[in-house]
Every structure is written in C-alpha cells, then in structure tokens.
C-alpha cells in the first residue's frame, strides 16, 4: 500500500510551534497541543493488535515491543509522517532530519516487575549514552527529538505512564549517580506524569530522564515512540534500505527512511535535497534559502 506523503493532518502554527519548542529548550519535553486524529489512532491500534497477536503466540498477558515498526505495517509510516512532530524536527534540526528509531510497545498488566523496557521502563535516559557523547559547554545536545503516541486511554493513573523530570536534559544521566544510588524522591517536585488522554502527544529532548512504571491497570497500554535525528547521525534501531525496499514511496517518506545517496549528501544538502522537507518549515510559502552546490 502507498500512503499519501500529504495526508491531512493539520499542522501546528506559527505561535503553537515557538511555544512547543521554548518549552522543549526549558523542561526538556512539551505535550503537543492536539491529539492525534481518529484515523491515525485507529490505523495503529489496528496494526499493533496484528503484529501483537503474531508475536505473544496466544498468551493476552505478555508485553510486546517491536522496534524499527516502521517496517512491520504502513500505519506506522503514517504516524513517521505526522505533520507536528515533523514542524517541531524542522523547527530544531533544519531540514537535514531523519528517522532515528521507531517502536511500539503493548503493555497489558504482565505481572511482571522487571524494568527491561518492555514490562515497564526504569529512570534514564536515552542514547546516545550521554557518558560516551561529547558535551558541549558542559551539556548534552540534542541529537535526537522523540514523540510519544499514546494512544490507550492513561487517564485512570493506573496504566504505566511515562514520567519524566522537568529540567533533567540539561543535566548528566541520573545526575551521574549509579542506577542503584540514584532516588527518584530527590527529584519528587519535578516529577511529571502523563496519565493522558488516548491521541496524546508528548514530544521530549534525548537527554531528558524518563521511566514507565508497570501497568497494573486492566486496560492494555499501547503506544509508539519515533524519532528523528539529524541526516549525519545514523539511525538507532535500522539499517539504511535499499531502492528495491522504498518503491512505491513518496519523497518525504524515502528521505526519512534514508534513502540511497552519495555519502556527502548525508552532510550536504543538493538543492532538491534541501526543499525535500520544506512545507514542514515555518512560513513554508517563503522561497527556499539558496545551499551551496557540491556538485
Ligand atoms: O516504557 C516507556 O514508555 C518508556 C520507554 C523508554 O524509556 C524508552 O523508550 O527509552
């Protein structure tokens, strides 16, 4: 099935995108300010219900994460295209972004304690490890951008949420402690927690601490993270595709995949390169900036 690149969702405006992003560059994390639409919820739903059922071999009560999902069902390319989370990419990388990583993970009461980011998630943060990645005045950059597509209903506080500490990417992992010395009660009053409604949003810095309790709810929680990251960092969780494995795709969908290209167009836009993204930018009917030619 080819998905249309320009699938209506509504973009984020001018205003909403500069309040989304200061309050990235302050709490590390920002909730977007609308739900997802039906259509999309529904299609991924659908999709982890599927490849869920493969994978649990009959048992309702085992946790389900599948990573790099953008290839296991086209719903999942339609969430990669979601127009905000695209605006908020462009806003901070530019337009040289691209897929870093995609999973789902479904999650019913497993009764299982282990934090081994399938039954739930213990307190870090992501990669790159920000022990083996170089600072920059002294702070993690933002190398990745991910959203959150919760998309069962958290609002009954019992589900495994995701949490994260407001502030916390602007500061080493876990304050630099070992796993088993660091308290998250040092840190209670900045603690947020996203008992959210299904179609919610929450879009958060690479550096920014964060941990899922399990579920001990009856309702299953489902949901899928994807981000994005510059075009001269490699992806997390793929391997680049061939041409045979993007036929049929639209442009911006090939260029979020990766597709093949002389290595120096990783780093250096062609022209056609740097208006492949362009309606996600601000003021997108403006002309493109002129970029240097290599070729
Ligand atoms: O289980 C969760 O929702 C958190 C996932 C997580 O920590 C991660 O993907 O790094």
């Known amino acids: ?23 990235l560059e302050r709490d590390g994390y920002v909730v977007l300010p609308r739900r997802l639409p039906e259509a999309l919820t529904e299609a991924a739903l659908a999709a982890i219900d599927r490849v869920t059922r493969q994978k649990r071999g009959g048992d309702p009560a085992v946790s389900v994460k599948v990573m790099n999902c953008v290839d296991a069902d086209p719903a ?57 990645f170089p600072r920059v005045n002294g ?36 304050d630099d402690k070992p796993h088993g010395s660091f308290r998250i009660e040092d840190h209670a009053e900045d603690v947020v927690t996203f008992n959210c409604e299904a179609g919610t949003v929450v879009a958060f810095h690479q550096a920014q601490w964060h941990a899922a309790p399990p579920n001990q709810s009856d309702i299953e929680r489902k949901n899928v993270y994807i981000s994005y990251c510059p075009t001269w960092m490699r992806p997390l969780d793929r391997e680049f595709p061939s041409e045979e494995a993007l036929a049929g795709l639209s442009d911006e969908e090939r260029w979020l995949l990766g597709e093949p290209r002389p290595a120096l167009r990783w780093w250096l836009p062609s022209p056609e390169d740097a208006r492949r993204m362009a309606r996600f930018r601000r003021n997108a009917d403006a002309p493109v900036a002129a970029v240097a030619r290599y070729d």
Not at 2 to 22: H, I, M, P, Q, W
């Open 139 to 174: 702070a993690m950059g933002l190398h990745y951008l991910k959203f959150g597509f919760f998309l069962t209903d958290l609002t009954h506080g019992n589900g495994g949420p995701l949490q994260v500490v407001r502030g916390s990417h602007k500061r080493p992992e876990l």
């Open 76 to 132: 999942f390319r339609r969430l990669m295209m979601y127009a905000p989370a695209l605006q908020l990419s462009h806003d901070v990388f530019g337009p040289m972004f691209h897929l870093c990583q995609s999973n789902f993970v479904s999650r019913p009461r497993d009764g299982r304690s282990v934090a081994d980011f399938i039954s739930s998630s213990p307190w870090h943060a992501d990669g790159p490890r920000p022990g083996l």
């Open 1 to 23: 099935m080819t998905v249309a690149a320009n699938e209506t969702t509504e973009g984020l405006s001018d205003g909403e995108r500069e309040a989304a992003c200061a309050a």
